[in-house]
């Protein structure tokens, strides 16, 4: 593991106003605190889940915008963004545009999405036409265009006699702006382990969360490994000529101290079995325990020791200083052990 940052679902109470409620003004600001906090901790990235129709964060762009802009070392992204609901050429524009304020600071995390509260809910958002259930052609296509369009391939064609000095008629036209490289920071979040070939085959990251849509009865984490080892065996088959990263995604809280043990220790788990969006899948367990004991358990951890990202689940609605406090004491007694290198402080 070389390097790690949170993950955020951004859970609120839903009402519109502030009431007795955590808002979404709530949760959005202190998003952009917890950013800030951080990055002065040397933690390398901040990552926010994307839902529509439920109290969480749902458009991330403009949340990621106010992170970077409060931050210098940090990565700031998506884990992930649900391609279902995308325009993919203004996301795109958008994309690139973050990246370039940010100085190549973007994780974006994309894929097909999971359940959402509303049923086809893609539709009420104007893309129609999934001949199926789950919407995956959709989210399929849609990524295909965002990422040609990343790559700067031509997207329409230029009128006659609109812009003579620029663009001859019938030019292709990429959308604009264009972030070099940006390309090579898009990563595709995998449930099993033939989507995470197919990433492979795309060229882009792999994200890894904390459930597999695959249940043998083997442990999460050893089901992970065997999806992360199928990832690296197909981008060597593809001949991309660049180093991928993979991230893994893990719920963890380091027992410091009594108020930690109150608080979290009963939160520790183990794998679970279930049914998501009709299918059989394996949950990875909550990890909560004294730093040593979560070294020894984190070491034990295939996953986790194959990829190069750990990104950490974290409860937003316990506010702030909460996560910082669990951020801290992961980067100071858990993650130098495994190998982390911080960010770069100025």
């Given at each position: 593991?070389?390097?790690?940052?949170?993950?955020s679902?951004?859970?609120?109470?839903?009402?519109?106003?502030?009431?007795?409620?955590?808002?979404?003004?709530?949760?959005?600001?202190?998003?952009?605190?917890?950013a800030?906090?951080?990055?002065?901790?040397?933690?390398?990235g901040?990552?926010?889940?994307?839902?529509?129709?439920?109290?969480?964060?749902?458009?991330?762009?403009?949340?990621?915008?106010?992170?970077?802009?409060?931050?210098?070392?940090?990565?700031?992204?998506?884990?992930?963004?649900?391609?279902?609901?995308?325009?993919?050429?203004?996301?795109?524009?958008?994309?690139?545009?973050?990246?370039l304020?940010?100085?190549?600071?973007?994780?974006?995390?994309?894929?097909?999405?999971?359940?959402?509260?509303?049923?086809?809910?893609?539709?009420?958002?104007?893309?129609?036409?999934?001949?199926?259930?789950?919407?995956?052609?959709?989210?399929?296509q849609?990524?295909?265009?965002?990422?040609?369009?990343?790559?700067?391939?031509p997207?329409?064609?230029?009128?006659?006699d609109?812009?003579?000095?620029?663009?001859?008629p019938?030019?292709?036209?990429?959308?604009?702006?264009?972030?070099?490289?940006?390309?090579?920071?898009?990563?595709?979040?995998?449930?099993?382990?033939?989507?995470?070939?197919?990433?492979?085959?795309?060229?882009?990251n792999?994200?890894?969360?904390?459930?597999?849509?695959?249940?043998?009865?083997?442990?999460?984490?050893?089901?992970?490994?065997?999806?992360?080892?199928?990832?690296?065996?197909?981008?060597?088959?593809?001949?991309?000529?660049?180093?991928?990263?993979v991230?893994?995604?893990?719920?963890?809280?380091?027992?410091?101290?009594?108020?930690?043990?109150?608080?979290?220790?009963?939160?520790q788990?183990?794998d679970?079995?279930?049914?998501?969006?009709?299918?059989?899948?394996?949950?990875?367990?909550?990890y909560?325990?004294?730093?040593?004991?979560?070294?020894?358990?984190?070491?034990?951890?295939?996953?986790v020791?194959?990829?190069?990202?750990?990104?950490?689940?974290?409860?937003?609605?316990?506010?702030?200083?909460?996560?910082?406090?669990?951020?801290?004491?992961?980067?100071?007694y858990?993650?130098?052990?495994?190998?982390?290198?911080?960010?770069?402080?100025?």
């Amino acid at each position: 593991m070389k390097k790690f940052g949170s993950l955020s679902f951004g859970h609120y109470s839903g009402r519109a106003t502030d009431g007795n409620g955590y808002t979404a003004r709530n949760a959005l600001q202190e998003a952009v605190e917890l950013a800030k906090a951080a990055d002065e901790l040397g933690v390398n990235g901040a990552y926010l889940r994307v839902h529509h129709y439920l109290p969480q964060h749902a458009s991330p762009i403009p949340l990621l915008s106010a992170m970077a802009a409060v931050t210098k070392n940090l990565e700031v992204g998506t884990g992930v963004i649900d391609m279902r609901y995308e325009n993919p050429l203004y996301l795109a524009e958008e994309a690139a545009a973050l990246d370039l304020l940010s100085n190549g600071r973007v994780a974006l995390g994309v894929s097909r999405g999971s359940p959402e509260a509303a049923d086809r809910g893609w539709e009420s958002f104007g893309y129609t036409g999934s001949t199926d259930p789950r919407g995956s052609d959709i989210a399929h296509q849609h990524f295909d265009t965002f990422l040609r369009a990343v790559r700067g391939e031509p997207m329409a064609t230029a009128a006659e006699d609109q812009y003579p000095a620029m663009y001859r008629p019938g030019a292709g036209l990429p959308v604009m702006p264009q972030s070099p490289g940006l390309d090579h920071r898009i990563w595709w979040g995998a449930g099993r382990r033939e989507t995470a070939e197919w990433a492979a085959e795309q060229g882009v990251n792999l994200m890894s969360s904390t459930l597999l849509t695959e249940a043998t009865g083997e442990a999460f984490a050893d089901l992970q490994a065997q999806q992360l080892q199928h990832y690296h065996e197909a981008w060597k088959r593809a001949g991309h000529d660049w180093t991928p990263r993979v991230s893994v995604s893990r719920t963890i809280f380091p027992i410091i101290d009594g108020y930690d043990r109150k608080l979290y220790l009963g939160g520790q788990s183990k794998d679970g079995i279930g049914v998501i969006d009709g299918v059989n899948a394996t949950f990875g367990k909550t990890y909560a325990a004294e730093p040593d004991q979560l070294v020894e358990q984190l070491r034990n951890d295939a996953a986790v020791m194959d990829a190069d990202t750990l990104m950490l689940t974290i409860p937003s609605q316990l506010g702030v200083e909460a996560n910082k406090k669990i951020l801290k004491s992961f980067a100071l007694y858990v993650a130098p052990e495994l190998g982390w290198e911080p960010a770069n402080q100025d």
